[in-house]
């Protein structure tokens, strides 16, 4: 890495990878579209790389990008659908995968969001990744 990426780029960037576009990202961190932008082009500079895809490859390749003492808090499943969720999955999506039933991810989900104090999935990503 080039150099360090500040607080606000690991946010633009784990939310980005996560499949929110720059207008989402701007509603949900109260600052500008351009804003979002400048820190995006900048934290591609910084990772040398030229899109979302190539980022979310490279932060793969490192060791672990999540905040793992808020791991601790949750469960094996409540872990993989907390990931699942953060991902872009449905809750039939989820079931699938994991050979349960919608209404069950949504009760894991109710209950994720209890133990780790959020109400959303945006907050929820950003407790999940490391950002500092």
Not at 5 to 22: A, D, M, P, V
Not at 50 to 70: D, F, G, I, P, T
Request: charged share 25%.
């Amino acid at each position: 890495m080039k150099s360090s990426l500040t607080k606000r780029e690991l946010q633009i960037c784990y939310l980005s990878i996560n499949g929110l576009s720059c207008k989402e990202i701007s509603r949900e961190l109260n600052i500008s579209i351009y804003t979002v932008y400048k820190h995006r082009v900048g934290f591609l500079n910084k990772l040398r790389k030229r899109n979302m895809a190539q980022v979310r490859l490279y932060l793969k390749s490192r060791n672990s990008n999540y905040n793992n003492a808020v791991f601790s808090f949750l469960t094996k499943r409540e872990i993989d659908i907390s990931l699942l969720l953060i991902s872009g999955n449905t809750y039939k999506e989820i079931a699938k995968k994991m050979a349960i039933q919608p209404s069950t991810v949504a009760k894991h989900r109710e209950h994720i969001y209890q133990k780790l104090d959020v109400h959303g999935i945006i907050e929820l990503s950003k407790v999940l990744y490391k950002t500092d």
